[in-house]
């Protein structure tokens, strides 16, 4: 399984960016995914994550209200739309998927990583 993510770039504060996370060789609805992100000198945490029925989702308390996770299981790809981004959203994110199951969205273990892409917010 192999894990691509995009969309990263430099966004002035309040502005908008979409992240994209294709996966190869696993169908996505059987995936339980999540976006992680990590900022310098901070640990990674997670900040958003949606089962594989796509019917549960979690958001952190940074990432509520502000972004969204959404998949297109037609495209084999999900997304984080970052609205009303925050110079304190400035990290390295990164996607992550498991085998579908009924574990705990945020405190599981992900088997598999996407590379990362850089959002950098300027103030």
């Known amino acids: 399984v192999q894990l691509q993510a995009s969309g990263g770039g430099v966004v002035q504060a309040g502005g908008s960016l979409r992240l994209s996370c294709t996966v190869s060789?696993?169908?996505?609805?059987?995936?339980?995914m999540a976006w992680f992100r990590q900022a310098p000198g901070k640990e990674r945490e997670i900040v958003a994550a949606t089962r594989w029925t796509g019917s549960d989702t979690y958001y952190a308390g940074s990432a509520k209200g502000r972004f969204t996770i959404s998949r297109d299981t037609a495209k084999n790809t999900m997304y984080l739309q970052m609205n009303s981004l925050k110079f304190e959203d400035t990290a390295v994110y990164y996607c992550?998927?498991?085998?579908?199951?009924?574990?705990?969205?945020?405190?599981?273990?992900?088997?598999?990583w996407g590379q990362g892409t850089q959002v950098t917010v300027s103030s």
């Open positions: 060789g696993r169908i996505l609805s059987s995936c339980d």
């Open positions: 992550a998927a498991d085998a579908w199951s009924w574990e705990s969205l945020v405190t599981r273990s992900y088997d598999y």
